[in-house]
């Protein structure tokens, strides 16, 4: 971790680099902003490790803890909900066998997003599975797309 947070620092200081910026090239180097590099960033420039945090968990583009190989997201916004995105979303629960209040399965394989908007309305419900927009979604449909990726895994 050490060789790689010394060059975003070498980048970051050549690049007269921004917190946003530091903070997004973190997370594409571990797929999530550690702690241990928030900490080491604060040391080595001199900024208060609340400061990250504060922007990390203002914007939803940060995660703070590892997230799965599969991202499968669900809108719940009026035209998904009305549409049966809860029920969507209580099916992905239950078949990633999620432990309350967690995202992420245990094996780090699926994490289940829930955002308030994609802005697809007109093919709703929308969930989108590894950046694929899957629109007017069925419970049916939905979870076997979720087998197959589940399927991959075990092949594997």
Known sequence: MEKTLEKLYVDYENNEGNIISLLQDIQNEFGYI???A????SVKLDIPASR???IATFYAQFHLAPRGKNIITTCCG???HVKGSERLLNGLIKELDLPE?????????FTLEKVNCVGACSIA????INKKVHGKVSADNLMKEVRKLKDKEVEK
């Open 101 to 109: 209040g967690e995202h992420t399965t245990t094996d780090k394989e």
């Open 38 to 41: 928030v900490n080491w960033f």
């Open 125 to 128: 419900p929308v969930v989108i």
């Open 34 to 36: 550690p702690e241990d």
């Open 52 to 54: 990250f945090f504060g």
């Open 78 to 80: 009026t035209a998904c």
